[in-house]
């Protein structure tokens, strides 16, 4: 079992930033992939993030290139989320998900593990 808590959330005007965290516990030792998604009212869980546990390589959607940053530590368990440059349809419930099985990081279903997620707002 991984246990994942996110905060960081909040409200904020466009062009601010935040930064979200993500603190694993328990069986931290298999997990290959911790991801970020995220969810607006009325849609689909989407991919925002991920980062790969050993080596640290990088995913992004293309929604957030350039505007957000995916970095973990390992010592603390812990994965963190820089937003930057905010859009007000970044708004939506933000997800930590972790995964300790097949190699990949788009699809929420290779994701065994999740957090209670954490709500973020971005006013125009």
């Known amino acids: 079992q991984v246990h994942l808590v996110e905060s960081g959330g909040g409200l904020m005007q466009a062009g601010g930033s935040l930064r979200l965290s993500c603190a694993a516990s328990?069986?931290?030792?298999?997990?290959?992939?911790m991801g970020w998604f995220r969810q607006a009212l009325g849609k689909e869980r989407e991919f925002v993030a991920a980062?790969?546990?050993?080596?640290?390589?990088?995913y992004y959607a293309d929604s957030v290139k350039g505007r957000f940053t995916i970095s973990r530590d390992n010592a603390k368990n812990t994965v963190y989320l820089q937003m930057n440059t905010l859009k007000p349809e970044d708004t939506g419930v933000y997800y930590c998900?972790?995964?300790?099985?097949?190699?990949?990081?788009?699809?929420?279903?290779?994701?065994?593990?999740w957090g209670q997620g954490t709500q973020v707002t971005v006013s125009s």
């Open positions: 998900a972790a995964n300790l099985g097949p190699l990949g990081f788009r699809q929420p279903n290779l994701y065994a593990y």
């Open positions: 328990g069986r931290t030792f298999g997990i290959n992939t």
């Open positions: 980062i790969t546990w050993s080596l640290g390589n990088t």
